[in-house]
């Protein structure tokens, strides 16, 4: 499931070849993907310039000429793919559609963007640019994990009095956008804190250092993601996906990487996922 970094590389990657460029058709071949498409959703695409590509979370969203933004969303398993042939650098062979392409965007300078999702959970909507934070999608969101309004004096009150295990309350997007499982267990290995502590029992020393790691866990694998960007050419053809070098996530039972930490890294099962991290280092 793509988590912040494979979405903002998903914007990054779509962003030379969509900002600026008329989308001369939409093709969408079915009615809906998780949810129902928004009605003509194809009529009111066509002919639109795409004026920026923005993200919220884990929500790409294409602010259009006409003062309403395609929203979208990749959901388990949904993949953008750049074929046709764009002036950008990023193009790839997909001449023949595919089962799972459910919508089309040819765009005025030839790319063709593929939105194919074989589980279909991912999703689709137009909504006014003016009111994008009152969404159904958007308005519960918390700050940005990468802007300002996520800052020490935020978590630390965030998570005043929060009974929950700190993994389950850095995962509520309510209290920092775009979390997921994946980097919440990079971040507490980091930071030495142990997954189920509760979030009230840490001390506002301990949070406020939080913030800037999770920052750093997230810049380091945006990086990871650019990288896999300028290698597009080399790859399989999809946006946003890439190999990334985690600490402790997937390492069950692997040497802790502390220098001088003798231990393995453990799974535990919290709400239904796991979390990996060190006994010894984390607290
Ligand atoms: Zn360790």
């Not at 918390?142 to 020490?152: I, T, V």
Request: include cysteine; charge should be positive; glycine fraction near 8%.
């Amino acid at each position: 499931m793509p988590e912040l970094p494979e979405v903002e590389t998903v914007r990054r990657g779509l962003a030379p070849v969509m900002e600026g460029t008329v989308i001369t058709r939409a093709e969408v071949n079915r009615p809906d993907l998780r949810w129902p498409f928004p009605p003509q959703m194809a009529e009111r695409l066509n002919g639109q310039r795409v004026v920026q590509l923005r993200r919220r979370s884990k929500y790409i969203l294409a602010d259009l000429l006409s003062g309403e933004s395609l929203l979208i969303h990749l959901g388990m398993s949904g993949r953008m793919l750049i074929s046709g042939d764009p002036p950008g650098q990023f193009a790839h062979s997909h001449p023949m559609p595919e089962k799972h392409d459910h919508v089309v965007l040819h765009m005025g300078n030839g790319a063709r963007i593929t939105f194919n999702d074989p589980r279909r959970f991912g999703a689709m909507d137009l909504l006014q640019t003016a009111a994008a934070d009152q969404h159904k999608l958007l308005s519960q969101i918390g700050p940005e994990p990468l802007g300002n309004a996520f800052n020490e004096a935020h978590l630390i009150a965030a998570l005043q009095g929060r009974r929950t295990p700190i993994k389950a309350a850095l995962l509520d997007q309510r209290i920092v956008a775009g979390l997921g499982n994946i980097y919440v267990c990079e971040a507490l290995y980091r930071a030495g804190i142990h997954p189920a502590r509760k979030a009230a029992r840490i001390s506002a020393r301990r949070i406020a250092a939080l913030v800037p790691i999770i920052r750093q866990v997230l810049i380091e694998a945006i990086e990871a993601g650019g990288s896999s960007l300028r290698d597009y050419r080399q790859a399989d053809g999809e946006l946003g996906y890439f190999q990334h070098r985690f600490d402790v996530y997937g390492r069950e039972g692997l040497p802790c990487r502390t220098p001088g930490c003798p231990d393995a890294i453990t799974r535990i099962v919290q709400s239904g996922r796991s979390s990996f991290y060190c006994r010894r280092c984390q607290r």
